[in-house]
């Protein structure tokens, strides 16, 4: 990522609460409460530190709460002002760390997601050789006062409940128009794919394969793979993998709009070419073209001329980080940062909840020895550990799981007297309506999660969060795995939350236990 000029003009950006702040002024106001003041820094520090720095923290102000840039901030003056650097050197962070004691470890924990992004996003200012230290080392958290994961709720995979509440929020923010087909299917194939950047950017058309066996099909996925020793060309390696039928067809419906674009630069192309557009096209070099011929003479001798840029695919998924509204029970409500370290991380350990050997999990992960597969298998036992029903009112205003509107009888529906937006409990209760007008087939305790639920005050919501409980203690019984009763874990966050807004809202009106 280029680095932004910051002795001449402005540079203004956004922060996630939605204050706007110049890049080049020493001066940053994030919140109504919290001010980021350059000039603190130590006078001696060098340039290409500080440009980077601000570079790096704006991205931050853009994807997180104020009071996160505020910690991280914070902590890298500390590091500056106890260690007597001007930059952030890998000397410089170790001798931070040496001052620290075991009860204040957590503190550089509180930078290294910072750092590690800092560097996944090549901005200049900081020291490469950060990256493989910080990766491996392993700190002390802070205690918490509500029990929660002990995997980095910074850096490390992302929780069952925090993977659903990213996937929940991009659903949702896809069918109310927020988020882009592109960038919707960026999303899911980082969540379900967990790939590398470059290996997305390299998707074309033909990748994706359907068998048909007898009444059943199968989604093959040719995953391309990203450069190692002795790769020379463009798209050299491949790894099939089979994907289900939601992420075949939004593959398909993203490529189709991708060709759409291209034959409306050129005019229609002949079938064959048509496979071999990308899944995700540049559209500066798609305007560039001129025919059908200058496409084809054009990906003969650079094959990746219209396939979107590293550097593109990088700035999505901030934009997408921006946006995303989803928080974490793990931090106390914070923002959930994407990045695509975290969801590559999420897919080994996903892989290791579900107690796959290092072979498979290697595999999963493309990787062609086991060498490096452990480090995504860090905390699973912890990891796994499901929401239980004395945990989920502690966690569930935390996680935020519910994202509908509360009203107070049908009378406020957006569907108001439409018997068929009615939403029921097991004994046949109406607890809510449904305020979406296409259709859904899943109902009943699913549409806790959705943000178009609409769940009355008075609802008898207890009944299916009873029944959900009875279901999860059936399954353990069984022998079911965490990894499977974690499935349930946001669901069950969500109708805890709504258990309590009840409470409040009757509480509210005047009326106790009623």
């Given at each position: 990522m280029a680095l932004v000029n910051y002795q001449k003009g402005t540079e203004v950006r956004t922060s996630k609460l939605g204050y706007d702040f110049d890049v080049c002024d020493s001066k940053w106001r994030l919140d109504n409460s919290t001010v980021i003041h350059w000039h603190l820094l130590p006078n001696d520090c060098e340039a290409i530190f500080i440009h980077g720095f601000k570079e790096q923290l704006a991205d931050w102000?853009?994807?997180?709460?104020p009071s996160s840039c505020l910690i991280v901030f914070s902590t890298i003056l500390s590091l500056l002002r106890k260690t007597g650097s001007v930059s952030l050197t890998l000397s410089a962070v170790q001798n931070y760390l040496s001052m620290l004691d075991s009860s204040n470890e957590y503190k550089l924990g509180s930078i290294r997601a910072f750092l590690l992004n800092w560097l996944d996003k090549k901005i200049e200012g900081i020291d490469p050789k950060l990256g493989s230290w910080l990766e491996q080392l392993t700190l002390k958290g802070i205690n918490k006062g509500v029990p929660v994961a002990k995997g980095c709720p910074f850096t490390g995979a992302?929780?069952?409940?925090?993977?659903?509440?990213?996937?929940?929020?991009?659903?949702?923010?896809?069918?109310?128009?927020?988020?882009?087909?592109?960038?919707?299917?960026?999303?899911?194939?980082?969540?379900?794919?967990?790939?590398?950047?470059?290996?997305?950017?390299?998707?074309?058309?033909?990748?994706?394969?359907?068998?048909?066996?007898?009444?059943e099909k199968k989604f093959m996925l040719d995953i391309p793979q990203a450069k190692k020793h002795g790769q020379m060309n463009f798209r050299d390696d491949f790894v099939t993998v089979e994907i289900d039928e939601e992420?075949?067809?939004?593959?398909?419906?993203?490529?189709?709009?991708?060709?759409?674009?291209?034959?409306?630069?050129?005019g229609e192309l002949p079938e064959e070419l048509k496979e071999e557009m990308p899944l995700f096209a540049a559209p500066r070099k798609v305007d560039s073209l001129v025919s059908?011929?200058?496409?084809?003479?054009?990906?003969?001798?650079?094959?990746?001329?219209?396939?979107?840029?590293?550097?593109?695919?990088?700035?999505?998924?901030?934009?997408?980080?921006?946006?995303?509204?989803?928080?974490?029970?793990?931090?106390?409500?914070?923002?959930?940062?994407?990045?695509?370290?975290?969801?590559?991380?999420?897919?080994?350990?996903?892989?290791?909840?579900?107690?796959?050997?290092?072979?498979?999990?290697?595999?999963v992960l493309h990787h062609s020895d086991t060498q490096n597969a452990s480090v995504y298998t860090e905390n699973v036992k912890e990891l796994t550990e499901e929401v239980n029903e004395a945990l989920a009112p502690v966690l569930a205003p935390l996680a935020q799981?519910?994202?509908?509107?509360?009203?107070?009888?049908?009378?406020?529906?957006?569907?108001?007297?439409?018997?068929?937006?009615?939403?029921?409990?097991?004994?046949?209760?109406?607890?809510?309506?449904?305020?979406?007008?296409?259709?859904?087939?899943?109902?009943?305790?699913?549409?806790?999660?959705?943000?178009?639920?609409?769940?009355?005050?008075?609802?008898?919501?207890?009944?299916?969060?009873?029944?959900?409980?009875?279901?999860?203690?059936?399954?353990?019984?069984?022998?079911a795995s965490a990894y499977v009763l974690q499935s349930t874990d946001r669901t069950v966050l969500a109708i805890t939350q709504v258990i309590q807004l009840c409470e409040k809202a009757k509480m509210d009106e005047g009326v106790v236990n009623g």
């Open positions: 102000a853009c994807e997180l709460s992302y929780s069952m409940q925090e993977q659903h509440a990213v996937l929940n929020w991009g659903v949702n923010a896809f069918m109310d128009n927020k988020l882009s087909l592109r960038d919707y299917s960026w999303l899911l194939l980082n969540i379900y794919l967990g790939a590398r950047p470059a290996q997305f950017c390299q998707f074309r058309a033909r990748d994706l394969k359907i068998e048909n066996s007898g009444a992420l075949a067809l939004l593959f398909i419906n993203q490529a189709k709009a991708t060709l759409s674009l291209i034959e409306k630069q050129v059908v011929d200058d496409l084809r003479n054009g990906l003969a001798k650079t094959p990746d001329r219209l396939h979107m840029s590293r550097n593109v695919a990088v700035k999505i998924l901030h934009s997408l980080s921006a946006k995303c509204d989803a928080k974490s029970e793990r931090l106390d409500g914070e923002y959930i940062h994407l990045t695509a370290r975290r969801f590559r991380y999420t897919l080994g350990t996903n892989a290791a909840r579900r107690g796959l050997s290092l072979f498979v999990i290697a595999k799981a519910f994202s509908g509107q509360l009203i107070a009888s049908e009378a406020d529906a957006i569907r108001v007297n439409d018997p068929r937006s009615r939403i029921h409990n097991r004994n046949g209760n109406a607890v809510g309506n449904c305020g979406s007008f296409g259709f859904c087939a899943t109902g009943g305790r699913a549409c806790y999660t959705c943000a178009k639920f609409q769940p009355w005050v008075h609802g008898r919501h207890q009944a299916i969060l009873d029944d959900l409980l009875e279901e999860r203690e059936r399954l353990k019984s069984k022998g």
